[in-house]
């Protein structure tokens, strides 16, 4: 069993409609502290054995300049890499899949010996997402996606007692937990839709789309 009221209670998630590089781009972002040093953190976000502990199986060159694939799942660039120092660390990668070119970066900020605060920014230029996507689903689309893989890191970390492995995680989003977990998460989006200036019944209706792909059900069934 997954607390998943908890986890989903202890996550942050904004969206922000902006400019960046010229371009008209939706940038969500999502954050969590977890009970763990940053150097232990950033070795759990950075290297491919952690990786494939809590997310997805990665290979490739995991280092500045150096490339990655998630399998059956994005690939890309290592455009920045910070270490640990004086209490921070960051790396920023291009996150390129199905076609179309995002970016992702991640920042950890120490807040003790054993806390760190995790926080991504994905942002994906408006005119570069397929046709109708936005439309139909809103930020949930990759907002919940990254959820799970927050759910991910903290049970890897020990924010939360459980256990799902990237293999049983698929099975595990279609179980009366993971779907309660997903329509929760798709819930907290449609909020970060509405503080961004998103129509509440737009909002709702994404996040129903969102909930609907994510548990393998049929829209208004």
């Known amino acids: 069993m997954v607390d998943v ?4 209670e202890a996550v942050t998630r904004t969206l922000r409609t902006d400019t960046v590089d010229g371009a008209a781009s939706r940038i969500q972002t999502i954050a969590q502290d977890y009970p763990a ?7 759990a976000t950075t290297t491919a054995d ?3 502990r809590w997310f997805l199986p990665v290979s490739g060159d995991l280092q500045l300049g150096g490339r990655y694939q998630l399998t059956r799942n994005a690939s890309g660039e290592v455009l920045e890499c910070t270490p640990p120092s004086d209490g921070s660390a960051s790396y920023r990668v291009t996150w390129e899949f199905a076609g179309s070119v995002s970016w992702v970066t991640v920042r950890l900020t120490s807040l003790g010996s054993d806390r760190t605060r995790f926080e991504l920014d994905h942002v994906a ?3 570069d ?3 109708g996507m ?9 907002g919940v996606g990254w959820d799970q893989a927050l759910l991910g890191l903290a049970l890897h970390l020990g924010a939360l007692d459980g256990r799902i492995s990237p293999e049983e995680g698929e099975q595990w989003a279609l179980s009366a937990e993971g779907s309660m977990f997903s ?3 798709a819930d907290r989006w449609a909020d970060a839709h509405v503080a961004d200036g998103a129509d509440p019944d737009d909002a709702a209706r994404a996040a129903d789309a969102t909930f609907a792909f994510y548990t393998g059900q ?3 069934a």
């Open 125 to 127: 230029r408006a005119a």
């Open 37 to 43: 040093g940053i150097d232990d953190v950033w070795k």
């Open 134 to 142: 936005w439309e139909t689903y809103g930020p949930g689309a990759t």
């Open 218 to 220: 049929t829209l208004g």
């Open 50 to 52: 952690r990786i494939a």
């Open 183 to 185: 329509r929760a998460a």
């Open 5 to 8: 009221r908890s986890q989903v």
């Open 129 to 131: 997402l397929p046709a």
